[in-house]
Nanobody
Framework: QVQLVESGGGLVQAGGSLRLSCAAS????????MGWFRQAPGKERQFVAA????????YYADSVKGRFTISGDNAMNTVYLQMNNLKPEDTAVYYC??????????????????WGQGTQVTVSS
């Protein structure tokens, strides 16, 4: 079983930066990908970024490309999301998630097995 704990959310002015962290209790043998999703009020949870543990390949939603960077610390079972040039539309609860290996769409919520409780990011204008 994987338990995920997010931290680093908060209130920031537009153009500012935050770094989110997601600590996993363990990286299981079948653990393949770590992702970040976000959910704004009244909207569905949507993909933000993902990283594959083995290859280090990263993936981003178009809306955050060039502004957000996902990275991982394999030894510490921790994933980070560096968010720069934040915009009010980035305001949401941010969740980290873990998915297992196999045919995989990193952008789909349905491919992730474990979810953290979320951390609030609020960007003011």
């Amino acid at each position: 079983q994987v338990q995920l704990v997010e931290s680093g959310g908060g209130l920031v002015q537009a153009g500012g930066s935050l770094r989110l962290s997601c600590a996993a209790s363990t990286r299981t043998f079948n653990s393949y990908v770590m992702g970040w999703f976000r959910q704004a009020p009244g909207k569905e949870r949507q993909f933000v970024a993902a990283i594959l543990w083995t290859s280090g390949n990263t993936y981003y939603a178009d809306s955050v490309k060039g502004r957000f960077t996902i990275s991982g610390d394999n030894a510490m079972n921790t994933v980070y999301l560096q968010m720069n040039n934040l915009k009010p539309e980035d305001t949401a609860v941010y969740y980290c998630a873990e998915g297992s290996a196999g045919p995989f769409n990193v952008r789909s919520r349905d491919n992730y097995s474990y979810w953290g409780q979320g951390t609030q990011v609020t960007v003011s204008s």
